[in-house]
């Protein structure tokens, strides 16, 4: 008697597939890009949506949850935003333009964003305007964080200005 195999559940193929699917293709390579370009980006979006409304908007809200030179304060911070964020958007000095970022990140996580919780969304109420948000919680400073922590560890990736510097200067050492 001749036996009959027995078809491969669903769930089996579909996690034979999950791990075997980054480690068999150059896929891998764009996973760097990928959080640079988000990362770089949000951080640029908000340097920029500071500059435009003035140092001077940002340096009140500064100055109510007690930051000192709060107008130095927020053009620091405006600098780091848009600069830092071209940096990791293109992948030039990632460890060196992460240390500033970082540091804004976690002055925000702790004097503004912790005490209203995790979430970053908070729906408030849904009218015929639209929906109301509630203030944001700590959620998007972390994600902030990890995705910088990532470059950090794991390099800018193929595609990015660091990795050709590293190229050249080996190049020209040799």
């Given at each position: 008697m001749k036996k009959v195999p027995t078809p491969m559940p669903l769930w089996r193929k579909i996690l034979e597939l999950s791990l075997a699917l980054p480690a068999q293709t150059k896929i891998v390579e764009l996973a760097p890009l990928i959080i640079r370009l988000i990362?770089?980006?949000?951080?640029?979006?908000?340097?920029?949506a500071k500059l435009l409304r003035g140092p001077e908007s940002f340096a009140v809200v500064l100055?109510?949850?007690?930051?000192?030179?709060?107008?130095?304060?927020?053009?620091?911070?405006?600098?780091?935003?848009?600069?830092g964020?071209?940096?990791?958007?293109?992948?030039?000095?990632?460890?060196?333009?992460?240390?500033?970022m970082m540091i804004v990140l976690l002055v925000a996580t702790f004097?503004?964003?912790?005490q209203y919780g995790f979430s970053s969304i908070k729906i408030l109420a849904v009218t015929s305007a639209?929906?109301?948000?509630?203030?944001?919680?700590?959620?998007?400073?972390?994600?902030?964080?990890?995705?910088?922590?990532?470059?950090i560890i794991g390099g800018p990736g193929r595609f990015?200005?660091?990795?050709?510097l590293r190229k050249k200067l080996r190049s020209t050492c040799n």
């Open positions: 990362v770089g980006y949000g951080f640029m979006a908000h340097g920029l100055h109510a949850i007690g930051t000192p030179t709060p107008y130095l304060m927020s053009v620091i911070t405006i600098i780091i935003e848009i600069f964020g071209l940096a990791i958007l293109v992948g030039a000095f990632v460890t060196l333009a992460s240390i500033p004097t503004v964003h912790l639209g929906a109301q948000f509630g203030p944001p919680g700590y959620e998007t400073d972390l994600l902030y964080l990890a995705g910088l922590l990532s470059l990015a200005v660091d990795t050709l």
